[in-house]
């Protein structure tokens, strides 16, 4: 796993950005299209905001979602809330291109596997994403694979169902289609991120970040989460 250490949050999220711009120029230039995963938080969507900037071939371009709080639509909780004001208010992004997890239904079940077969008409069968950007939160989870749920388990599913976390249960993508994926783009900031990024780095099983492949994966990380200076 390779790790760029960058001076704040905002040059983390202006170095994401870039990054991700990259990777949709090769995947369209290759594949004919870019497949994303995003996960949620405040340097996410300034990364979000600055990928507006970069150059993109947003036609090409299919937003998937990482995980996502079960609340009503339009609700702060929702990571889609903010993934639509950061995105689609800023780039020519279709609509009908950010692939939103159906989590305002009664039936929860049925709604995973249906996110599952989108992921399955987008990115084919077995889904393999180009990228998946992921954050980790001070417990060591990433998306909502939270220590001791049991959808860390899931291993025939590439869309799983958590218990209550911080007062909302969740849709998530699990370990099988994070760990096809293409590429993972790790965003870390804060120094409250200290320690778990270091467990991290050392692909630690014991927290569910330390279990997504390392093979195609890089870090970028501020310097209070890295602990030291500036590399980039």
């Not at 870039?18 to 340097?43: D, L, M, P």
């Not at 004001?85 to 009908?96: C, D, F, K, M, Q």
Request: hydrophobic share 45%; proline share 7%.
């Amino acid at each position: 796993m390779k790790v760029q250490v960058v001076a704040n949050a905002d040059g983390v999220a202006q170095e994401a950005a870039r990054i991700i711009a990259s990777e949709a120029r090769a995947a369209v230039s290759a594949r004919g299209k870019f497949t994303i995963a995003v996960s949620g938080g405040r340097t996410p969507w300034q990364m979000l905001r600055a990928l507006a900037n970069e150059t993109v071939p947003w036609s090409s371009v299919h937003v998937f979602q990482v995980d996502e709080r079960i609340a009503p639509a339009g609700d702060p909780d929702r990571n889609l809330t903010h993934l639509r004001e950061s995105l689609l208010s800023h780039a020519p992004l279709p609509p009908e291109q950010i692939h939103a997890m159906p989590v305002e239904g009664s039936d929860s079940v049925a709604a995973a596997a249906s996110y599952a077969k989108t992921l399955h008409s987008l990115a084919g069968t077995p889904p393999v994403l180009d990228l998946v950007h992921l954050g980790m939160g001070p417990d060591g989870h990433t998306a909502s694979l939270v220590p001791g749920d049991p959808v860390c388990a899931i291993t025939d599913a590439d869309v799983g169902l958590t218990g209550f976390y911080q007062k909302r249960q969740r849709m998530t993508l699990t370990y099988p289609v994070l760990n096809r994926a293409r590429g993972i783009l790790w965003v870390v900031t804060g120094a409250e991120k200290r320690e778990m990024l270091q467990r991290l780095l050392a692909a630690d099983p014991s927290i569910p970040s330390g279990r997504v492949n390392q093979a195609q994966a890089l870090v970028i990380a501020d310097a209070e989460a890295a602990g030291t200076a500036a590399t980039t």
